[in-house]
């Protein structure tokens, strides 16, 4: 299966305008994740999409691969669409899709290998990954995704709730009691399973909790997860990036 990875990135983040090209030791943001998804062994081919020339720019002065996308996405998956859709009609066709945050410079490309491997079995739609939480400020923080999932390990629902809920538990022995993961947001798509979960309507359930992946549950597609033990850090703040940096 010939895979690409693809790395969304805009500019005009509500939280960080610019993040992308934030400096990190001397490297931009996007460089270092950009880096780091080569470091993949499955990934044939990685492509940043924007819509922002400077991004661009950028990536082209390191030698990175870049394609400039429509202003209009209202999402990363969007974007990823729309790069294959522009591939194949230079008649590059590839299997899979890997949609890479484009705001975690230390990506580990073992978790990409993961899902990508996932697509050994041909049932297999979309990926995503979850790791075992194991605070309780992660269990009842909005911020932090809880998915749960069937024994063949296929996504039954996401939330930014505690789920599920344990009624005849005190809340500080929720962990002790149920095995709760956390969702980490980097996804693989079978090419023609990504197509056509773009072209869908924002769902109910998924304008309830803000989250995507609802949309895609909703309408009858399937999502595996797969378990990784690695912490995955997002930058969405200067705050976060400052943090990282002392860290790193």
Not at 226 to 244: M, N, V, Y
């Amino acid at each position: 299966m010939k895979s690409m990875g693809i790395i969304p990135a805009r500019w005009g983040s509500t939280r960080f305008p610019g993040k992308p090209l934030a400096m990190i030791q001397g490297k931009s943001m996007i460089r270092r994740v950009y880096e780091q998804a080569q470091k993949s062994k499955w990934l044939d081919d990685v492509v940043v999409a924007t819509d922002d020339k400077r991004i661009a720019s950028d990536v082209e002065a390191f030698g990175g691969q870049v394609m400039m996308t429509s202003s209009n996405h209202n999402s990363g998956t969007d974007r990823c669409a729309e790069v294959i859709q522009k591939f194949e009609k230079n008649g590059e066709i590839y299997d899979l899709a890997v949609n890479i945050q484009g705001d975690e410079p230390m990506i580990d490309p073992e978790q990409i290998d993961l899902l990508i491997k996932s697509f050994d079995a041909p049932n297999i739609q979309i990926a995503t990954l979850a790791r075992k939480i194991e605070s309780e400020d992660e269990l009842t923080s909005p911020n932090v995704v809880k998915v749960v999932f069937s024994e063949q390990n296929q996504a039954l629902y996401f939330s930014r709730h505690p789920i599920p809920y344990q009624k005849t538990v005190p809340l500080s022995q929720w962990l002790t009691g149920f095995g709760y993961f956390k969702h980490i947001g980097l996804y693989a798509y079978r090419t023609h399973i990504l197509k056509k979960i773009a072209q869908l309507q924002p769902g109910k359930i998924e304008q309830a909790e803000s989250l995507e992946q609802l949309r895609w549950l909703e309408n009858g597609y399937s999502i595996h997860i797969k378990i990784t033990d690695r912490e995955s850090f997002a930058i969405d703040t200067p705050d976060d990036l400052l943090k990282f940096t002392n860290i790193c």
